[in-house]
């Protein structure tokens, strides 16, 4: 049974070697866990809904405990204290076109606002109910969870929106077929949650992002539905599917996905190669790229990251071992991990792997083989459980990303990783004294690549202390991001966490036709208010404030 009050299943876990206390203490300091908050419990918080009566309404106060936070730290912390604060009315669960056009209806009629609800693994706040005076209904998609039709000439699929990407990937694959995009939330997250946050997968060098892969579909607004045909190419003015794809359920519900999808491979393995240095590894990294070396796969940890990883491997023997033979060929202190992944037929990845050797031995790579880039695909799903068991520790893991072209990706990863291990020492009533910081590349562009930071930190003594040291981590350190040359947001979206920076990355001309646009598709702006946007003020909700004024034009208190 899925988690109420964290990631994944409650049967699985990510086990850390006995090793990870002794590390876990050097780099982040001694620790006691925070106490979590029983279900019981916060079920008796959960108020009486304020929906008037829908047949596809459920307001069962678990339900809405289940929909009412993602999987960001500020949701986690809420969902472990049981301090929710804000919960959805009720929760309806669509299983056609024609249900969410009812809604929709329903919901335009009744001034209710919609939240659309995919797997629930938000991790920028793009699914939250929050302080409002219109009720709130989350429109779960789970149950369009199918693959509708399947186009082998032109090798276009159609899934319900809600289909999660182990079904996606497992109806798919009994035809033959795949799609290839394979986030870390893969096992929760829904095809349609990829396209409206414009999602990246691990082997996007492949098969590219999710926004590549979309082909068409349908939406419902609350004005009328809108069908999107598919086409190979068009320059027939602006494209309408890059405008929904990253709209974040403002514009409408994305109800069916039409996506490109691939015969599956005949070959695919992932391997490890190590690098003496930091430089050595990005100026290989960047080559294999802009080499069009046809990798599907490539991630490179920093040194932190890299002693990080190996340290929480366990297997201290063989590992031990590794260390050794690193170290003969020159990978030492500061070496960097890259992980790489080869897909295609034999001859083409036989090919591959030349080439890529070839190119790493200018950089003093030293290639390990297959069987630890394996390794890490077995697990490559399992890592949002490492929130969990270092949870149960006492400590607490968040991550940033961002992208930004090569010119920029030293400086700007020297700047995220130097705010973060410093902004709350540099306060002197802070008690926050080691934070451990590491970084990734792992999408990669002949124009840059992404940078996806984790730090780790112990908790606070109590739940408002953690939650405000992760505020100041989190705004001191999206304001460098957007100031120096980095999106926001490489793929998770903005939600309502990164919402405030988006105009600085923008502009404000951008801005306002987004605006637009979702005054178009939403005119009565129902759909996530707050989430990609501010809030403006909904036309019904102002004519309700205006029908309080006194004659003068005063508004009444109350």
């Known amino acids: 049974m899925k988690r109420w009050n964290g990631w994944g299943d409650e049967a699985n876990k990510l086990d850390l070697p006995s090793s990870a206390d002794a590390f876990l203490l050097a780099k982040a300091g001694a620790t006691t866990p925070l106490e979590d908050a029983p279900l019981a419990e916060v079920i008796k918080q959960v108020p009486e809904s304020r929906l008037p009566h829908h ?27 049981g301090d929710f604060e804000y919960f959805p009315d009720g929760v309806a669960y669509p299983q056609n076109n024609a249900e969410i056009e009812d809604i929709l209806a329903f919901c335009l009629q009744e001034n209710i606002i919609v939240i659309p609800y995919g797997g629930g693994t938000s991790v920028a706040g793009h699914i939250n109910p929050f302080a409002s005076e219109q009720a709130i209904l989350t429109l779960d998609m789970s149950r369009m969870n199918r693959l509708i039709s399947l186009d082998t000439e032109s090798q276009v699929a159609t899934f319900g929106a809600g289909t999660p990407g182990p079904q996606v990937e497992a109806q798919l694959r009994a035809q033959g077929y795949t799609l290839g995009h394979f986030p870390q939330s893969f096992e929760l997250s829904t095809i349609g949650g990829w396209v409206v946050t414009r999602s990246s997968g691990q ?9 590549n892969m979309f082909a068409g579909g349908e939406v419902i607004t609350p004005i009328g539905r809108l069908s999107i045909p598919t086409c190979p190419a068009s320059a027939a003015g602006p494209d309408i599917k890059a405008i929904l794809a990253g709209s974040e359920g403002r514009m409408g519900i994305l109800s069916e996905v039409k996506v490109n999808v691939r015969k599956v491979a005949a070959q695919e393995n992932f391997y490890v190669c190590f690098f003496p240095s930091w430089h050595q590894a990005k100026s290989a990294a960047k080559t294999l790229v802009q080499s ?27 590992i031990g071992l590794l260390e050794k033979g690193l170290s003969f060929f020159g990978c030492k202190a500061g070496k960097c991990m890259m992980t790489f992944g080869l897909t295609g037929t034999k001859y083409q990845c036989s090919t591959s792997l030349k080439q890529f050797k070839q190119i790493t031995r200018a950089f003093k790579g030293v290639y390990t083989g297959s069987y630890m880039g394996n390794k890490w695909a077995e697990k490559r799903f399992t ?16 991550t940033l990303e961002t992208a930004t072209d090569w010119n920029n990706v030293d400086n700007l990863l020297a700047k995220i990783e130097t705010n973060l291990r410093t902004v709350l020492a540099e306060n002197s009533d802070n008690s926050l004294d080691k934070i451990h910081v590491f970084t990734h590349l792992s999408h990669f562009y002949q124009q840059g690549s992404s940078i996806y930071t984790s730090y780790v930190f112990k908790a606070g003594d109590s739940y408002k202390e953690t939650i405000a040291q992760w505020e100041v981590l989190k705004k001191t350190t999206s304001k460098i991001i957007v100031e120096n040359g980095g999106t926001i947001s490489h793929q998770h979206g903005v939600g309502k966490d990164h919402q405030p920076y988006l105009e600085t990355e923008k502009g404000t001309l951008t801005i306002k036709a987004i605006q637009a646009l979702c005054d178009t598709f939403d005119p009565q702006q129902i759909l996530n208010p707050g989430c ?15 029908s309080k004024s006194d004659d003068n034009g005063q508004q009444q208190a109350g």
């Open 203 to 211: 082997q996007s060098l492949r098969y590219g992002r999710i926004e």
């Open 383 to 398: 890592m949002p459980y490492f929130r969990e068991a270092l949870w149960q520790k006492g400590y607490v893991v968040d």
């Open 55 to 81: 047949p596809l309404f459920n307001c069962d106060p678990e339900v809405r405990i289940r929909h009412a936070r993602g999987q960001s730290l500020p949701d986690w912390l809420a969902m472990r204290s």
């Open 532 to 546: 990609l946007l501010s809030q403006k003020a909904s036309p019904l909700s102002a004519l309700s404030a205006d």
């Open 292 to 318: 069009d070396v046809p990798l599907s796969m490539l991630r490179l940890s920093n040194a932190i990251e890299t002693e990080t990883q190996l340290a929480l491997a366990g297997h201290e023997k063989e």
